[in-house]
Structure formats: C-alpha cells, structure tokens
C-alpha cells in the first residue's frame, strides 16, 4: 500500500492477539504499522511485533524490490514495534540503525547487537537524497525513548504511537475516536503534559498525513479531528457533557440503585449517561468514558472494612492515569459497618482538582425511603454542578 508517492505502508495486522500489553482487550485486533520511504537511500520506520516478523518481513521483501535498506529509524524501543529488529538485522546488517540516545541504551536490553547505530537528537535531519527526515524527541508519549519523525518534502508527521488506536488496519474507519480514545487514555493518559508538549513541537510542521505506529493513516478532516481530540485529551479538559456512573456491586442491591440514579439523571437531562458494572464492563473502557465526560459517579458495596475490590482497582487505574479535574459523586453500600465511602473518599482525594459534591449517599443493603431522598438530592447536585 502506498501512503503517498514514494512511502510505502508495510506494517501487519494482529487478529489473534487477545490482550495488548497483556490487558486491553482487542475485540477489532491490532495493527503493529511500519512503513518504507524510498529515495537515493532507503529508510524503514520501524519494525513490528515478534508475532508478526515473517509477514513483515515479506511486505519489507516486496518493497525493496532487491534494494537494500540503508536505515531503520526506531522511534520507539516497546516489544510491539522493536520485536522484528534482530531478525531484520540477521538479514540486512549493514543497515545503519537509526534512534535516540535513550533509545540507544535499550538496544542490547533487548537483545539487539546493531553494527552501525547513528543516534539523533531533537531538530536533527537526515537527508535520503530527495526525502529528508527530521527528528523531534517525545520523551513519555508512552516511553522515555520515544521521538517522531517528520518527512519534508512528503509532509508527514510519523507520530509513533500517539494517535494510534486498537484495531485492526482499516483504512476508512469512521469511528475513529472510540478505540483511539480507549487507546490513549489507558495507554498514554498519565501523560498528558509530554504529549501537550509534543503537539506543541509538531504544530509549527505544515502536516498533510500523521502516520502513527498503529491505526490507519490520518489525512484531511480526519486528521483534523484527530488534532482536535488529543489536544483535548492531553490537557485533560472535557470531551463530552454527561456523567459516568461506576458501579461496584456484590449482590445487585447497589447496582439496582445505580440504574435509578441513571434514570433520574437522565430526567434531570445532565447530557450523556453511561453506567458501569465494574464487575463485568471492559474496564479500560470506563477509564475512557471517566476522561470523556466531566461528572462521575461511584457507587461501591463496602467488603473486609473497606471497598469492594472492582472499585478499588477502578479507582486505583485512574489514580495512576492522572485523572483530574472532576466533579464526583460517591454512593456506598453496606449492611453493619459502610466502609466504602470512606476509602473511595481517601482515593479520590489524592487526585488532582476533583470536587467531590455533597450529599453522599449510604444505603444500608438496599435503598429505602431515606436512601433514595438522598439518592434524589445527589442527582440534584450533579445536575447543578
Ligand atoms: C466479603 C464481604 C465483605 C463485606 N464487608 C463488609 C463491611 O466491611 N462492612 C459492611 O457494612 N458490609 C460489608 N459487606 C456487606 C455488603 O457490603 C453489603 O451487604 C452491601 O449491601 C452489598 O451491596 P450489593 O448488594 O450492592 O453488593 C461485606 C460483604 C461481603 C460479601
Ligand atoms: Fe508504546
Ligand atoms: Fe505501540
């Protein structure tokens, strides 16, 4: 597949692989891109997962065309896309590696043994004869080694794995955003501040395509919107109006009270409601939806004097994603000694900029009339806040 004159697409699908870095589920697969731009000299972006090295390297075969390549530029070091370079450099080990200082440091840790590394530094350029490359360090879009690249005369920002998305390869996606935002706030959410800075560096480039290490080349309104989002995402601001409600429930009596809250929500007219079960829903995808709205709800049973595990884990991940700059509700559930609340407060607390709203709500195992009157007075404050 050709991106634009002279830049080869030669990256490779996964729709077997179960779990990306071993807990995001792939319901659409993944893609690991790789790409080849040919000019006087040959450089390849990239490599692809282990499990994919055969294929690559026959897409790789085909598009050299008995050529050889003169440069790999590994713009980032993750298993996912450094995982075919000792097999590609058992095959071509004149090619001159190209990365990073940091990068660098991680080739042996990998196991690679390269024979010509040329390391680049940000506002380095190399020129192909007819392409010329331009490197931008990213450090923690995702890893410390990380840069992007960006192609002169072909104007394309190669991103490396910020705008990328789970999924499979697919060129004409409309859905763009749901699985490039479960992707980001999971993947690169505790990162925002390094990604801001990296969209600041690539703003000044004149783009026509972004060209990112998984996911489908991004050109025109699509780009745009792409651009949008993540400028969103990266400061953490709010994506869409609506309330998430998180629920954590052993036997069903908090859950129960949760599709009331939803429904009085929804009466109230908050914007989007989306609920929960944090027991059985993706939860990566209720990390996403807690980032896209501005108001959450969690509502927990109490278990061993403190929360029922599903939330704390829930709410752990969004302590480690840098949640922040929320508004949030808290219903507990317990039968002797309600404990949830109190943890689910203390997490809560340690985030940045959240307003935890008033009343919270207990039940005592399950809703009576002075819990729902409670319940009715929370729905009140998340419709005013
Ligand atoms: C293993 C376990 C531990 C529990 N620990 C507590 C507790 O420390 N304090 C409390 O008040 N209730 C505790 N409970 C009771 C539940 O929190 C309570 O029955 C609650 O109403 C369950 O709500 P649910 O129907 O939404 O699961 C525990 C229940 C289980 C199964
Ligand atoms: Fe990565
Ligand atoms: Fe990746």
New binding site residues.
């Given amino acids: 597949m050709l991106v634009t004159s002279s830049v080869h697409y030669i990256g490779c699908d996964d729709a077997e692989l179960d779990l990306f870095e071993g807990q995001y589920a792939l319901p659409e697969g993944m893609c690991y891109n790789s790409y080849l731009l040919e000019a006087s000299a040959i450089a390849v972006m990239d490599s692809v997962d282990a499990r994919k090295t055969d294929e690559w390297m026959q897409h790789l075969e085909t598009a050299l065309q008995g050529r050889q390549p003169s440069y790999l530029v590994l713009q980032h070091m993750e298993p996912d896309h450094s995982g075919s370079v000792k097999t590609f450099l058992s095959k071509y080990p004149q090619t001159t590696i190209v990365c990073s200082a940091k990068a660098q440091g991680m080739l042996l840790q990998f196991g690679i043994q390269a024979q010509n590394v040329q390391t680049v530094k940000e506002g380095d350029t190399l020129d192909l004869g007819g392409l010329t490359l331009r490197f931008f360090m990213a450090p923690m879009v995702h890893w410390p080694e990380v840069m992007m690249t960006y192609c002169t005369e072909r104007k394309i920002l190669f991103s490396a794995d910020a705008f990328g998305k789970f999924g499979v390869y697919e060129a004409d996606a409309d859905d763009w955003a749901c699985e490039a935002r479960r992707y980001y706030f999971n993947i690169c959410g505790k990162y925002g501040t390094p990604v801001t800075m990296a969209l600041k560096k690539t703003a000044a480039l004149d783009i026509d395509y972004i060209c990112p290490l998984h996911g489908p080349v991004l050109e025109g309104e699509k780009m745009a919107e792409a651009l949008r989002l993540y400028t969103i995402w990266s400061a953490y601001d709010v994506e869409t109006k609506g309330v998430l409600i998180a629920c954590a ?7 129960a009270a949760a599709n009331r809250l939803a429904d009085m929500l929804r009466e109230r007219g908050v914007g989007k409601v989306a609920l929960a079960d944090l027991c059985r829903d993706d939860m990566a995808e209720t990390i996403e939806d807690a980032f896209r709205m501005d108001r959450m709800v969690v509502m927990a ?5 403190t929360v029922f595990p599903p939330m704390h884990q829930f709410l752990w991940k969004l302590q480690q994603k840098a949640y922040q700059k929320r508004t949030v509700g808290i219903v507990e ?7 949830a609340g109190r943890e689910m407060k203390a997490m809560l607390e340690t985030m940045k900029d959240i307003t935890l709203l008033e009343p919270m709500v207990t039940i005592k ?1 399950a809703l009576n009339e002075e819990s729902l009157a409670q319940l009715q007075q929370l729905a009140d404050a998340i419709a005013n806040a």
């Fill in positions: 429930s052993i036997h069903g009596n908090t859950l049973s109490s278990y061993d004097a559930n317990g039968s002797w000694a309600p404990s195992s």
